[in-house]
């Protein structure tokens, strides 16, 4: 089951948030999704995902990872692998089933955050990378 405390389901319309944290639970009964192994070796734990209305086209996963922060912190290039890693393990798998169900995905953001930092708002003092992926291919491929 997915802890309450540090997944954060939301969405424009409650429908949709209902969908996504269904999803998530049963995507963490075939694989923990709020963990994954990425090829940084740092830990990652899902802190937030979302549909981003209005248009609900965009599955945005944003993921602690405290590894990025200090001075010898994950870098950009070790953890845009990381991201990739989490948009084809978890974000194409989310974003098949939300298709499945009639919600049109186009896109998969992936977000890595030294600490909790909710959607939309900013914090200029924490360590944070973002990637943005096309999946009309079934595949993410980078912006």
């Given amino acids: 089951m997915v802890d309450p405390r540090i997944t954060r389901i939301s969405a424009g319309v409650l429908g949709t948030g209902l969908l996504l944290a269904t999803l998530l639970r049963a995507a963490n009964s075939q694989q923990d999704v709020t963990e994954i192994s990425v090829p940084s070796g740092q830990p990652l734990t899902l802190y937030e995902s979302r549909i981003v ?68 708002a900013v914090d200029e003092t924490a360590a944070q990378f973002l990637n943005a992926y096309d999946i009309s291919g079934g595949t993410c491929e980078w912006f």
């Fill in 53 to 120: 209305a209005p248009e609900n086209k965009i599955l945005y996963l944003g993921f602690l990872a405290e590894a990025l922060g200090g001075e010898y912190g994950v870098t950009f290039d070790r953890a845009s692998l990381d991201m990739d890693k989490v948009c084809e393990e978890i974000g194409i798998p989310m974003a098949g089933k939300l298709i499945g169900d009639g919600t049109r995905i186009d896109e998969i953001v992936v977000r890595l955050m030294e600490r909790p930092i909710d959607y939309g």
